[in-house]
């Protein structure tokens, strides 16, 4: 992992893909929308895609409620 991921342990993740394809179709979504979206990885044949990742659990946690509040997901929070 580089420092830069080491940095942004804590990730919202708004969806998992089996197919990669929908998982970026995912991600642009949610970048048109604002958010810095990331394809996280891939973990047992999912795509991870996250609404943000941040340094600081606290961050990370405020960026989760408001996803829920403003997206009504059931978005959840990955710890790398």
Not at 19 to 31: C, D, S, V
Not at 55 to 78: C, F, I
Request: aromatic share 12%.
């Amino acid at each position: 992992a580089t420092g830069t991921e080491r940095a942004f342990r804590y990730h919202v993740i708004g969806g998992c893909f089996s197919l990669k394809e929908n998982a970026e179709r995912f991600l642009e979504q949610l970048r048109a929308t604002g958010f810095d979206a990331v394809l996280v990885d891939e973990h047992h044949g999912l795509y991870r895609v996250a609404f943000g990742s941040y340094p600081e659990r606290s961050m990370a946690l405020e960026a989760l409620a408001a996803v829920r509040r403003e997206q009504g997901t059931d978005a959840w929070l990955l710890v790398k």
